[in-house]
């Protein structure tokens, strides 16, 4: 409940004016045409210069809402919610605190950057959406070294969202060393708490494999 409250405090400070202005800003030249060829053709008919996966998000927003200033910006107006949401539930698994979620969630949303970049048809928040989806994923995996079941899920969730990062942008690319050097930095299982089931898997070899594997996979797939 309090993520989705910071994703709503997203779309009530970015939503208004967000066809406005009514034409191309910044790489938005470059990124909503490439868009558009996708959603009309399936491929790109410029020179490719970034992987498809953030011109086939932007697409899918001018699908939903048309070929129209709102359309090709809606996609990174709500990854921002989700760069909030995650950005809180992530610094509530690294901290335990409240008031250090709620701070972290208040800077991914009221950024001047973050809001900038999340009211238009660029890659850099579609990269940050997946970047910070890892992170949490990371975060949980490192937290909670003795839940076996959580491990591996937060880990294929690292993984997933690691491949489609660098699906959006080639220098996502550099996220992987730090994910793998981050699982082998884990130390020696715990023991579960009471009542806990017990989980042989080691956590350094399921969460590496989960970082090596799975990004190449889902890179491979998105191309």
């Known amino acids: 409940a309090v993520a989705a409250v910071a994703a709503g405090l997203v779309g009530l400070v970015r939503l208004p004016g967000l066809g406005r202005p009514a ?26 210069s970034h992987p498809p996966l953030g011109k086939w998000m932007l697409a899918v927003g001018m699908w939903l ?17 989700v760069v909030a949401a995650c950005t ?3 610094a509530w698994r690294a901290t335990g605190s409240r008031a250090a979620s709620a701070a972290a969630a208040a800077l991914a949303a009221l950024d ?10 660029l890659l850099d928040g579609l990269l940050a959406l997946w970047t910070t989806v890892a992170l949490l994923g990371l975060v949980t995996v490192v937290r909670a070294p003795w839940d076996g079941r959580l491990r ?17 942008k080639w220098s996502a690319a550099l ?13 020696a299982p715990v023991p579960p708490p009471p009542g806990a089931p017990p989980d042989p898997a080691p956590p350094r070899r399921s969460a590496a494999l989960a970082v090596v594997v799975l990004p190449l996979v889902v890179y491979a797939a998105l191309q």
């Open 23 to 48: 034409l191309f800003v910044f790489d938005e030249a470059y990124y909503v045409p490439d868009a558009l060829d996708v959603l009309r053709t399936g491929v790109e008919g410029s020179a490719v």
């Open 65 to 81: 809402a048309g070929t129209d200033p709102v359309g090709w910006r809606l996609v990174p107006l709500l990854a921002g919610g």
């Open 88 to 90: 809180l539930l992530a």
């Open 112 to 121: 001047g950057v973050a809001v900038t970049t999340g009211r238009l048809a």
């Open 152 to 168: 591996r899920r937060a880990a294929v969730l690292g993984g997933v969202a690691l491949g489609a990062a660098v699906a959006v």
């Open 175 to 187: 996220l992987l060393p730090v994910a793998v050097g981050t699982f082998l930095a884990l130390p």
